[in-house]
């Protein structure tokens, strides 16, 4: 581990090489630059030594760009002119922590930075602490559950963020997954985009032309140069959804580029090196599909240098109130109208299995409201949900009595449902009179 690093911007070569050394030598890292416009090449930065004269910038007032680019940093100011008060002011007005004078002894300006270094520490503990504090209550950034399945996979992405290493994530159809690929973006505060392809849903002849881009005339129908999403997302992520529904010729491709991150469109031979981090993510099992030959098992491999795997919800049974909760907050925003949701409901939608996982949870609780006048109770959800309660008769009343009027009104809000609500109808279909119909929809107080 380095103390922290450094980001020298200068235009002198030779000061550029003494202080990068000698700060090296002092167990930062760092890195130099001659111009004001590469700074966005570098992420997230320390502290940077600013030159205020630079060819393509004046330090001091490029000084809000920086904070911007690198939240953390302090920025000390250096310059070969001697220290008029006004710039050392407007310097450390417009947020820069020190400002140096050349020449300046190497002493004095690891003072400065150890004490600059100090601060920043101090910054990203604090919000390393807030961020932690914020997105604990209900589960991890925007991911929600406590589950210790579900802690283990935010431990398992807290690991893995801090590095540009090759995830695939594995999870049954509505887990999550690119979710969890949008938090392992988030996190690693890489400064690209995070661009998603659905490897399952590009015809296999264009998935190529998209990920690796093409030169006009490449072929017939490319009037015009495209960028590949793999170029698009420098610096940043890329998901590859349902790799393993990839052409098998693609995959090839993609192992090379794994390689060495080179890429070259279609009807070029010029190769450029991309920073991007891969993130593949699998509802099918991938090692089954090596054995029967549809995957690649070298880029199997490639791949699986850290696997993700989010458990179904059937699993984990436990963050299904946290998630229902969640899901009815954001629909109270959306509606802005307020749900509430009855406890023998809520026992319902813990008793299903979810084949669609959460996906799956979030059609059926906005279905439900959609269905209800504010409150979501046992009747309004849907019927395959109810058929998994087999507890059902016995949750409620003690008495045979309760549990036939129960039963009984279950009957008849079925058939009101068949029925669209309308009586006559319902009526007909439980072979009753409409008024003995009223009579019990008014006894049961069915809406
Ligand atoms: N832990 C979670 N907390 C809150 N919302 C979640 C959670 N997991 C998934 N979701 C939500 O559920 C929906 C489905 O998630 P997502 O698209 O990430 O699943 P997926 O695994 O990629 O599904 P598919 O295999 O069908 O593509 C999204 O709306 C997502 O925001
Ligand atoms: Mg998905």
Known sequence: MSDGSVLIVDDEKNIRGILKTFLEENGYDVCATDKFKNISKFQDMD???????????????????????????????????????????KAMKNGAFDYLVKPFKLDELLFVINNAMEKVALKRENEELRSAVNNMKNGFYDMVGLSSEMRSVYDQIKRVSTSNITV??????????????????????????FIAINCAAIPDNLLESELFGYEKGAFSGATSTKKGLLEEADFGSVFLDEIGDMPIELQAKMLRFLEGFELRRLGVNKIKKVDVRIIAATNKNLADAVKSGAFREDLFYRLSGFIIKIPPLRKRKEDIPLLVKHILSSIEKRDKKKYSLTSQALK????????????????????????????????????????????????????????????????????????????????????????????????????
């Open 168 to 193: 695939l994530i594995e999870g049954e159809s509505g887990t999550g997954k690119e979710l969890c690929a949008k938090t392992i973006h988030e996190i690693s505060k890489r400064k690209g985009k």
């Open 47 to 89: 502290i940077v030594l600013l030159d205020v004269r630079l060819p393509d910038a004046n330090g001091i007032d490029s000084i809000h760009v920086i904070k911007e680019l690198f939240p953390y940093s302090e920025i000390i100011i250096i310059t070969a002119y001697e220290k008029d008060a006004q710039s050392a002011v």
């Open 348 to 447: 319902a939608l813990i008793l299903y299995d979810y084949p669609g996982n959460i996906r799956e949870l979030y059609n059926i609780i906005n279905q439900s409201a959609i269905m209800s006048d504010g409150t979501i109770s046992y009747e309004i959800l849907p019927k395959y949900v109810l058929s998994s309660d087999n507890g059902y008769m016995d949750t409620v009343g003690g008495s045979l009595d309760d549990k036939v009027e129960n039963y009984e009104k279950q009957i008849i809000i079925d058939a009101l449902k068949k029925a669209d609500g309308v009586k006559m109808k319902a009526a007909k279909i439980l072979g009753v009179s409409f008024r003995s119909l009223r009579y019990k929809i008014k006894k049961y107080n069915i809406k």
